[in-house]
């Protein structure tokens, strides 16, 4: 379904609309040049996601080494603060290996076990545990045109 | 995990007057301080103008990192309110947005309230006549809790006597830290005021946390998480210092502080005791017994293992079927909702003693309201 | 099946055994101050526990019989009672170490201790762990799990920078300084409160080592929670993960879920192993939480918290339960 949101020209940068198609509540954002289009429900507990803190990343290489970053931009639920991708809906709270089990060891008679501690996976954000309904949104004729 | 979109209610009807579906036990008026200033004495006012109010916040301690602790939505944009201050907008976002039959307020205005005696017992007496100025009378679902200044046992059930008349007023409201341990017999005789007025006692998460196990934590996420711990250790006070054996008919309601942790707790003390019950001769039976008959427990913030399947048994290990009352904690920004916060794996009939029987039997509230 | 015991005690009966370590001003301190060694009496009432064995003929009569274990890592918990003068507390943890040495890891080779150090100066902890860390015999740094400021506070970070570069891991156990009752609140009535109160302050331990980012600067380290109890760890990081997922934005070098740190560094001693006796929970406690790659043996002794152990291992399969007996210790130790 193509909805059209607004004119071109009244849907600055930084702005959100949030509309109505089939029952479903869809906010729609301009950044800069780009625009994005998100199910305005948290997957978490149903929150209205699309009135909350559209927020850069922040990225620290040690303990009180924190500093913000533009990219990616994300929108935190105005409930719980989780937050998701404004591009892709993914959110990156998630796990490495299901269910929470140890790194163990697996000994051998004899073996030397001095360095048998496994290396963890590497300390990087990890997809999960929910992903946000995104939408195409583009500009026809001047027009910001969502397809949901 | 797997979240639930539960309609709460079994079916719509506009028949009056109508079963109980749902009682939220964790709802938080919340006034500004020119609220309750009106209800104070010319003195006491005067004081509040001039040395304001001389403890700080415990927001100013450990401020709530996501949102300054509020959900975002729930500000009134009206001049004067703040989140949790306006009846019309919690009317609006909880009552019939989730189609609550009852709502227990807890305003927690005189929880961190180490002024002078008589200044506490003003300001406790303030956020109490709020509600029921501003609150009661503005729905008939809304319940509240007797604020007490805590500290002081004899002001406190001075205040306890003064609105027990009311019974809107479903709870004895405390925090959930203090001077003393909860379970320190000073504090024994508010208890026994509010079970002799048929009132349990609800400690809600909060007050000044002295953290002086640890130290103190230098993230809000820490403390947050803590205010299950927290209560581990009031919990472990109020059954050994022997509360429980001493006013028999006393029940507490744990406010705001999980529940998944009950079940260690029990068994740690039970084994402890089986060991060392010379140092406890006041308990005559063993501790989970205690919390079998006195001790609920409000289910927000409810944990949210990976398998919600883990928290059917962490319930059923603690044996919480009949003692766990739904909470949204509304307008805090971790607020659970009535519709998706109870994983699928509850029952039909855990569900349901969760979202409103539990509450109907512990309060003594109607099955059946007037709409 | 063979087994690492992960926490046995041994403590001098009193500064007498620790004199010869000490200096002459210590010693006549000690004499004019009247300071006497209680036995850490308000965590193991001498009318209700066994003292903790003060020789190497008492330890070895009772621990390494039948059934003989293959390794013993003695905690001192003695550092524990010093008070709050710093110069003093680290003299008294140079002496203890320096007589652990000669009173049993000399005298036994299937003996190995933690390094006791002071708890109230990180400088002195670390010139500590450097004096002594590298003698292959000390495996851990002793930590008390009461503490002023929570362990992972970045000033205490050179401490386990000291410990990893001397190849030490940190043993955290339970107790700590006597003082105004470690609770949130003000004084405990009982003993039972005092007993089971290691629990929750083990717990906002384990918070703080998470959220203050110790792991990410230190990833090859382990901490061993002892006799702080486990049961208790499943729901705690159920919360811990979903509060993390809301406040991240505080600590953003918590790169991962706050669990998988938690199973990953923290191993958690079986001793006290306070379960349900029902085996329908037990089998849920198993599947909430993975005890055989997050449990290591240890008899505390002499304390007997009863013995819910031999209804966990009856519960492990037989590699599970060598990995709780030996294997994990094995590896986080670095003991063949």
């Known amino acids: 379904m193509r909805v059209v949101v607004a004119p071109l020209r009244s849907f600055p940068s930084g702005e959100r609309r949030i509309v109505e198609v089939g029952g479903r509540s869809i906010g729609v954002f301009r950044v800069g040049e780009s625009f994005f289009g998100i199910r305005n429900r948290c997957p978490h507990q149903g929150g209205p996601l699309c009135l909350g803190h559209l927020l850069g990343d922040a990225v620290a290489d040690g303990p009180g080494r924190a500093r913000l970053s533009e990219d990616p931009l994300r929108i935190a639920c105005p409930w719980h603060g989780w937050e998701y991708d404004l591009d892709t809906g993914q959110s990156f709270m998630g796990t490495a290996s299901p269910g929470v089990r140890s790194y163990g060891v697996e000994l051998s008679p004899g073996a030397s076990l001095c360095d048998e501690l496994h290396p963890a996976p590497p300390r990087k954000r990890i997809p999960g545990p929910y992903v946000a309904e995104t939408f195409e949104v583009n500009v026809e004729d001047e027009y910001v045109v969502l397809h949901a | ?371 | 099946m063979d087994e690492i015991d992960c926490d046995v005690h041994c403590a001098p009966a009193s500064f007498d055994e620790l004199f010869p370590y000490l200096s002459d001003y210590w010693r006549q301190y000690i004499s004019e101050a009247g300071v006497r060694l209680n036995g850490l009496s308000y965590a193991y009432p001498p009318g209700v526990v066994e003292p903790a064995p003060s020789n190497y003929s008492s330890l070895s009569e009772w621990v390494l019989s039948e059934p003989e274990p293959r390794f013993v890592v003695l905690n001192c918990l003695t550092g524990f009672e010093t008070h709050r003068n710093p110069y003093f507390s680290a003299a008294v943890a140079s002496a203890i170490n320096d007589w652990v040495r000669e009173e049993f890891l000399e005298r036994d080779a299937r003996l190995r201790a933690s390094v006791v150090v002071s708890s109230v100066s990180p400088d002195d902890a670390v010139s500590e762990i450097k004096r002594v860390g590298e003698d292959p015999r000390f495996v851990q740094v002793l930590l008390p799990v009461r503490s002023d400021l929570p362990w992972g506070h970045k000033n205490n970070h050179p401490i386990f920078e000291a410990a990893r570069s001397a190849g030490l891991q940190v043993g955290l156990h339970a107790w700590g300084r006597a003082g105004k009752a470690p609770t949130p609140s003000g004084f405990t009535t009982t003993y039972l409160e005092d007993y089971f109160g290691n629990q929750p302050i083990a717990q906002a331990q384990v918070l703080s080592f998470v959220s203050e980012g110790v792991f990410e600067r230190f990833d090859d380290l382990r901490v061993v929670v002892t006799e702080c109890g486990f049961a208790w760890l499943a729901p705690l990081l159920w919360r811990f993960d979903k509060d993390w997922k809301g406040v991240w934005r505080e600590v953003p070098w918590v790169k991962r879920r706050p669990s998988e740190y938690v199973v990953e560094h923290f191993r958690f001693t079986t001793a006290p192993a306070h379960l349900p006796d029902h085996p329908v929970a037990l089998g849920q406690l198993l599947e909430m939480m993975d005890v055989p790659g997050t449990l290591t043996y240890a008899s505390d002794y002499p304390h007997d918290h009863g013995n819910g152990l031999s209804l966990l291992l009856d519960q492990l399969s037989e590699e599970e339960r060598r990995r709780v007996m030996w294997g994990n210790a094995a590896a986080v130790f670095g003991l063949a």
């Not at chain 2, 797997?2 to 009682?23: A, D, K, M, N, Y």
């Not at chain 2, 305003?107 to 961190?112: A, E, I, M, P, R």
């Not at chain 2, 996420?221 to 109020?238: F, K, P, T």
Request: one cysteine or more; a negative charge; glycine letters at 6%.
């Open chain 2, 1 to 371: 995990m797997s979240s639930s979109q539960v309609e709460t209610r079994t079916g719509v009807s506009s028949e009056t007057p109508r079963s109980v579906e749902l009682v939220d036990c964790d709802v938080h008026a919340q006034a500004t301080e020119a609220m309750l200033a009106q209800y104070l004495s010319p003195s006491a006012r005067r004081l509040l103008e001039r040395y304001g109010r001389r403890t700080p916040r415990v927001t100013e301690w450990y401020p709530r990192a996501r949102h300054s602790g509020m959900r975002v939505d729930a500000w009134p944009g009206k001049p004067g309110h703040i989140w949790g201050s306006d009846p019309e907008l919690m009317r609006e976002q909880l009552l019939d947005e989730f189609d609550v039959d009852y709502a227990v307020l807890e305003v927690l205005s005189g929880q961190d309230c180490y002024d002078h005696p008589d200044f506490a017992a003003e300001w406790n007496s303030a956020v109490n006549d709020w509600q029921v100025d501003a609150w009661f009378s503005s729905d008939p679902r809304l319940r509240g809790t007797i604020a007490v200044p805590h500290e002081y046992p004899s002001l406190a059930v001075a205040e306890i006597e003064r609105r027990v008349g009311d019974d809107r007023f479903v709870a004895v409201l405390l925090p959930a830290s203090a001077a003393e341990q909860l379970g320190n017999p000073k504090y024994w005789p508010i208890y026994e005021a509010a079970t002799a007025h048929g009132r349990p006692v609800a400690f809600h998460t909060g007050g000044y946390v002295d953290h002086r196990g640890a130290g103190y934590p230098s993230f809000y996420l820490d403390y947050h998480v803590g205010n299950g711990i927290v209560m581990q250790s009031q919990l472990a006070s109020m059954v050994a210092g022997g509360m429980f054996q001493s006013i028999p008919g006393l029940k507490v309601v744990l406010t705001e502080c999980g529940l998944a942790w009950v079940a260690a707790l029990r068994w740690s003390m039970d084994a402890a005791w089986e060991r060392m019950r010379e140092d406890v001769p006041r308990l005559a039976r063993k501790p989970s017994e205690y919390i079998d008959e006195h001790v609920w427990f409000t289910t927000q913030p409810i944990e949210e293992p990976d398998d919600p399947q883990h928290l059917v048994y962490a319930i059923s290990q603690a044996r919480l079927g009949e003692r766990l009352l739904f909470a949204t904690d509304y307008p805090h920004w971790d607020f659970d909702s009535p519709k998706q916060a109870l994983p699928r794996a509850f029952g039909p009939e855990l569900r349901r003693a969760i979202l409103c029987e539990n509450a109907l039997s512990l309060y003594g509230l109607p099955s059946r309201r007037e709409l």
